[in-house]
């Protein structure tokens, strides 16, 4: 493959200037005449304008902080697309899709978890020039986790009254989650389709027990639960790492968010959003 650019006035390469020849074929690299580049269909320009320091002088573990956060924003809002759609999916039936999107949801998580090393890199004299700018923001203010918690099962209303500095739109999407079916729901959904009844907590354990014991006729449904606990462990899994992380951070220092800090993350460790896929196995 040959290239060749052209150079305008100013000596850069002009709009649709940068061609080559490949196999025979022209082929044009560049924004040719203001079509869409990479840059601009990734809105880069606005994307990598957003990392505002608080610190001044600038603490340079802050970029760090920031980075992993924005990250992590942007993995949930994925988590919410593919958990909103395999909720769907199971609301109408479409079982192998609803298993598919929550093992892309797993990886995802898995990600995230290990997402903690990076920030680990960075050691508590460091976050200690920074950390006072923060307070009384907090990870615990993060709207899009509380959406992911209530959309898996974990409904708890108390979060939206305790949110401080909630926008209106932060607001009814909360209060749409808390509205809408959970993953849980809709798991009900397929057990009833599949003949079970749902209705009491020993229908539900009979029903659970029938489909793990016969998985040549109900493979499609035990595949979809051990989706939905494999959620619940990842979910776990990142708690258990959120919290050993903080205590390498702050030790025993309240939160910036105004909690006890380790002490009420640790008070969430148990938290399962499917006790009952979790109880099965006792009895397996
Ligand atoms: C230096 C790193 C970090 C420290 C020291 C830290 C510390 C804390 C503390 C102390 C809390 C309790 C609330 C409070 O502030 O009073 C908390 C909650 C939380 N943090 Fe972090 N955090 C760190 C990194 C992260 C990261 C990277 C995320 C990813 C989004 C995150 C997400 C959360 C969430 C979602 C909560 C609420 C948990 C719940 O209510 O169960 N944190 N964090
Ligand atoms: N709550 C943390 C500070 C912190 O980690 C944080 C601060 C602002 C925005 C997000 C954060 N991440 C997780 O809590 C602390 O008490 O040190």
Request: proline share 4%.
């Amino acid at each position: 493959m040959s290239s060749q650019s052209e150079k305008n006035d100013e000596g850069r390469p002009s709009a649709d200037a940068v061609t080559g020849r490949w196999d025979g074929v022209d082929v044009h690299f560049g924004e040719e005449g203001g079509r869409l580049t990479y840059g601009s269909y990734l809105r880069l320009p606005q994307l990598l304008d957003q990392q505002r320091l608080e610190s001044d002088p600038p603490a340079h573990d802050e970029l760090l902080f920031i980075t992993i956060h924005q990250v992590y924003e942007l993995w949930f809002k994925q988590v919410l697309h593919e958990m909103t759609a395999s909720r769907d999916a199971m609301l109408s039936g479409e079982l192998w899709l609803a298993q598919h999107l929550l093992r892309r949801v797993h990886t995802i998580e898995r990600t995230l978890t290990q997402q903690v090393d990076i920030l680990e890199t960075m050691t508590p004299q460091d976050f200690g020039e920074f950390r006072h700018r923060l307070s009384p923001a907090s990870g615990f203010q993060s709207v899009q986790f509380r959406e992911i918690e209530f959309l898996s099962g974990a409904k708890d209303p108390s979060f939206v009254k305790r949110f401080r500095g909630l926008s209106d739109l932060e607001r009814a999407r909360l209060d749409q989650r808390l509205e809408e079916p959970t993953l849980w729901d809709a798991f009900l959904v397929v057990l009833e389709a599949a003949g079970f009844a749902t209705a009491t907590e020993d229908d539900l354990r009979t029903g659970l027990s029938a489909v793990a014991r016969d998985r040549a006729q109900y493979g499609a449904v035990w595949e979809l639960a051990e989706a939905l606990l494999q959620h619940d462990e990842l979910a776990a899994a990142w708690r258990a790492r959120h919290v050993v992380m903080v205590e390498r951070m702050i030790g025993t220092k309240p939160g910036t968010g105004g909690s006890s800090g380790a002490g009420y993350l640790r008070s969430r460790l148990d938290l399962r959003y499917y006790p009952h896929l979790w109880h099965l196995r006792t009895s397996l």
